[in-house]
Nanobody, 123 residues
Framework: VQLQASGGGLVQAGDSLRLFCAAFGTIYSNDIMGWFRQAPGKEREFVAAVTWRNYKRIYADSVKGRFTISRDAAKNTVDLQMGSLKPEDTAVYYC?????????????????WGQGTQVTVSS
């Protein structure tokens, strides 16, 4: 599957932004679709994920209550609605697909990656 992420930009603290991930190819029922981010000099970190089969959504503590992940099985898309953005949310955001069906929080368990989209939050 090929993933294409978009929707990043420059916003101010407190603003909202929506990221989009389009999947070209097959997403299987056991797949987990996730969003990760990577800031300069830091390791790639988990943001949110959704299980394709039963739409279970999981969030990192740092974004819980501010971000919402959603998926549209008919369109093969996975979106990330981000609210109350903070400067520390600044990073390149990646969407990814996990074919293992486990290891949700571990970026090394994700088989396919989109190209990343930059999100910059100014204070």
């Amino acid at each position: 599957v090929q993933l294409q992420a978009s929707g990043g930009g420059l916003v101010q603290a407190g603003d909202s932004l929506r990221l989009f991930c389009a999947a070209f190819g097959t997403i299987y029922s056991n797949d987990i679709m996730g969003w990760f981010r990577q800031a300069p000099g830091k390791e790639r970190e988990f943001v949110a994920a959704v299980t394709w089969r039963n739409y279970k959504r999981i969030y990192a503590d740092s974004v819980k209550g501010r971000f919402t992940i959603s998926r549209d099985a008919a369109k093969n898309t996975v979106d990330l609605q981000m609210g109350s953005l903070k400067p520390e949310d600044t990073a390149v955001y990646y969407c990814a697909a996990n074919r293992y069906g486990e290891g949700t929080f571990d970026f090394r368990r994700y088989n396919y990656w989109g190209q990343g989209t930059q999100v910059t939050v100014s204070s």
